[in-house]
């Protein structure tokens, strides 16, 4: 399944960026202004499903000294980021299986990308066990579980059933995970979790 997930963003991803708002950049910026505080303390971020990289000026904006290294499965998707942002860094990964040392980031950030991770408590726990004690995760939709889910059932395989959980669901798999401070904003205007990782990591 993660191949057709997979498939399915390679053979999207040179008309991807044509299905947005032209002021994607500036509409994400608002949405994220309230985090603003939080992405200018930290200094090494991980972006996981970053796509054609529409999530990466707003990072670049609010934490502009930090290291940046985004990740994603489909490299169609990456090659379009790298045109929108030539500078950053780029890994063609999957989240399941990162490809990253252990407690090296104090920030992971899933803008728009969560609900297809085909397996979720452990992708939660690669997640964990990347970031260093009192890193910070945030998972982050600037629509609404309910919008976000009817999208993809109405795409259709092999994304029909990437769903975002309830907040419910994602708070126990994220204390499951060892992460603390845990808060789930399940909103009919959005869909935010953030989360601190724990002093044990995670296996
Ligand atoms: C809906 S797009 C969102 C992209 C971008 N973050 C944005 O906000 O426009 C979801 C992205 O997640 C990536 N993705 C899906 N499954 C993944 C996995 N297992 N590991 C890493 N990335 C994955 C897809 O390739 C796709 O680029």
Known sequence: MINAVRQF???????????MPA???????????????????????????TGTGAFVPVLREYAPD?????????????QMARRRCPPECYI???VHHLPVAAV???LVVCHNSFPHFADKSRALREMRRILQAGGKL??????SRAF?????????DPIADDLLPPGEELLQWLMD?????????DTPVHYIATATAGAQISS
């Open 23 to 49: 002021d994607i950049v500036a509409i994400l910026q608002r949405f994220a202004t309230p985090m603003a505080a939080t992405f200018s303390t930290v200094h090494s971020i991980l972006e996981i499903g």
């Open 104 to 106: 090296q980031f104090d």
């Open 148 to 156: 976000v889910n009817q999208i993809h059932r109405q795409a259709g």
């Open 138 to 143: 945030m998972i982050l939709h600037n629509n």
């Open 177 to 185: 995970a060892d992460f603390q401070d845990v808060q789930v904003d």
């Open 92 to 94: 063609q990964a999957d």
């Open 66 to 78: 930090a290291r940046l290294v985004s990740i994603d499965i489909a490299l169609g998707m990456l």
């Open 9 to 19: 963003f390679e053979d999207h991803a040179p008309t991807w960026d044509d299905r």
